[in-house]
């Protein structure tokens, strides 16, 4: 579970640019739920899954995850229990390295140290299995340089990579918004397959909101730091883009992720 309370970041705190990115908010996020998260540009999406992640932190508030307070702990210490796709596809993967080498980083986390052989046949045989289900013809590329390869071959990577050993917690920061229509569904198609093949809780960051309510069980605005709307199940299945923007423009209460209205 995802337990964000009376969280507050300010950016650019003491000056005349200063902008609270996140004003106060709270939001809870049950094991197993996807949550997708949509906002104009500046309404705090991206600033929440740093938070979350630990990439940002907090001036005010707190964050749990299942049951453990990390609102202090750094990224890598947070890694043990979230993966993160971000929107570049140059993001999240060492470029210089090859495919496999990219692989068994993502393989190896969360493991104990330890001495043996790394890059082993039976590791790679999974990895283009993996691979594979994309068909872009990664699987075909274990050893070639990921700086190589197209941005969806190296989101598809980078997908690929953040559910290897499936995470407590997967944060998609609008991590199909600059592919080509075409790898963009595929990409997607994989994010939802892989969600619910672990069960993944997960939170993914669009613009698009017919994406964001055809994907996932659960949907939150944000506007200017706060959360404007969240819709549960139900609700969302019910609406329509339209819906969306007339219940966000007349909202003024949050309803809770668990609402079946």
Do not use: Y
């Amino acid at each position: 579970m995802i337990l964000v309370e009376a969280a507050r970041k300010v950016f650019n705190k003491g000056t005349p640019d200063a902008r609270a990115a996140l004003d106060g908010i709270d939001l809870k996020v049950a094991p197993g739920d996807f949550v997708v998260v949509i906002g104009s540009n500046g309404a705090g999406k991206s600033t929440l899954l740093g938070a979350i992640a630990g990439a940002v932190m907090l001036d005010e508030g707190k964050v749990t995850i299942d049951g453990k307070n990390v609102t202090r702990e750094p990224t890598e210490k947070r890694a043990r229990l979230i993966a993160r796709v971000f929107q570049d596809p140059m993001a999240g993967t060492a470029a210089p390295m090859t495919v496999e080498e990219n692989l068994l980083l993502a393989d190896l986390r969360n493991r104990k140290p330890g001495f043996g052989r790394a890059l082993t046949a039976g590791r790679r045989e999974r990895w283009r299995d993996a691979l594979a289900r994309f068909g872009l013809g990664l699987e075909n590329r274990l050893s070639d340089k990921v700086e190589l390869l197209s941005g969806g071959q190296r989101q598809s990577l980078a997908l690929a990579m953040a559910v290897l050993n499936p995470p407590r917690v997967l944060l998609l920061d609008e991590h199909t918004a600059a592919l080509d229509p075409r790898t963009a569904a595929i990409v997607l198609e994989h994010t939802v397959r892989a969600i619910a093949e672990h069960n993944l809780t997960a939170l993914m960051v669009t613009h698009n909101m017919r994406q964001a309510l055809e994907v996932g069980s659960h949907l939150v605005m944000m506007e200017a730091g706060r959360v404007k709307l969240t819709l549960g199940p139900d609700a969302k299945a019910r609406s329509s883009v339209e819906d969306l923007i007339a219940r966000f423009e007349t909202a003024d209460d949050k309803i809770l992720l668990g609402a079946r209205a």
